[in-house]
């Protein structure tokens, strides 16, 4: 199989027609990828992905093709999927500010061109969802760019879609991870178009590594969130002397396995399943 793409967390093959998105153990924190893997992170967002597919198929189809027609070795951690012309935005909804966005306000009172309220703080609860896309650069950062420029840039009627469907994705994940205890403070989508021009949900979705999760028992606006995402990793990388340019530091034992066991605590409290490697 040809290896087309390695991206930091991904690594994709061609077969046919066909993509074989395999996750790898990778962590990345700011986009600089880490050189020591979490054992079973791969697998756990290829699982905790198409459990949501699943639940999120009646608002748009997605590229998953099959989870186990794939090579033995990568089974667990691969999907088969359709091979789509992905759309250069990343489609974020964010129900919390914090982050990036977070910066963003404090700068400009705007994110994506959104204005928000005044007085907002760390991990504040918006009014409403909103959407905040960025570029999808293929070197250096992703940045905020208006729902305008999105629109401008892939068409007003694709873009009016694939608001409406973020948001959509967002509120139904939102909702169900509420009813068991965890917060979606915001989650990150890519989308695709198949060669029929259908456009398809890609990508992975609603994953520790593409969303927030933070546990809804302890939040409190006003100072950083227990995190059981990626959140973890970057916060811990933050207290060490690291400029964030490759190479990135060795993360230290209990620091991989701290970051693995928020990753099983968060699919095993979403899916209500054991996990059982
Ligand atoms: P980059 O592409 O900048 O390296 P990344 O580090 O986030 O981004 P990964 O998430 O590790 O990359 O790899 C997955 C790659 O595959 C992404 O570029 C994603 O946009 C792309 N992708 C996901 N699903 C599909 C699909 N169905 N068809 C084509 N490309 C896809
Ligand atoms: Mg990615």
């Not at 880490?34 to 079973?40: E, Q, V």
């Not at 939102?174 to 060669?195: M, N, S, V, Y």
């Amino acid at each position: 199989m040809e290896l087309i793409h390695s991206g930091k967390v991904r690594d994709v093959y061609a077969d046919g027609d066909d993509l074989i998105l395999v996750a790898s153990d990778r962590v990345s924190v700011y986009d600089v990828v880490l050189p020591t893997p979490i054992p079973d992170k791969g697998k756990i967002l290829t699982r905790l992905s198409l459990w949501w597919f699943e639940r999120l198929a009646d608002i748009i189809p997605n590229h998953v093709i099959s989870a186990t027609d794939v090579p033995d070795e990568w089974r667990g951690r691969a999907i088969r999927c359709r091979r789509l012309t992905m759309l250069p935005v990343e489609w974020i909804a964010r129900g919390y500010l914090t982050g990036l966005g977070l910066k963003e306000y404090e700068k400009n009172g705007t994110v994506s061109g959104v204005t928000l309220p005044p007085g907002l703080v760390e991990a504040s609860k918006l009014p409403e969802p909103i959407l905040t896309p960025t570029t999808k650069a293929a070197e250096g950062h992703d940045e905020f760019i208006t729902y305008a420029d999105v629109a401008e840039q892939i068409g007003a009627d694709t873009a009016a879609r694939l608001r409406d469907v973020t948001l959509e994705v967002y509120r139904r994940g939102a909702e169900l991870a509420a009813e068991r205890g965890i917060i979606i403070a915001d989650t990150k989508l890519e989308f695709g178009r198949a060669p029929d021009g259908s456009l398809v949900l890609a990508d992975e979705v609603l994953t520790p590594d593409s969303s927030r999760f933070w546990p809804a028992d302890e939040y409190q606006p006003g100072r950083p969130q227990h995190s059981l995402d990626k959140q973890f990793v970057r916060d811990w990388s933050s207290t060490l002397d690291w400029d964030r340019t490759p190479p990135g530091p060795e993360i230290p034992q209990e620091i991989v396995d701290a970051t693995r066991a928020r990753y099983i605590d968060v699919y095993e409290r979403l899916t209500g399943e054991r996990w059982d490697g």
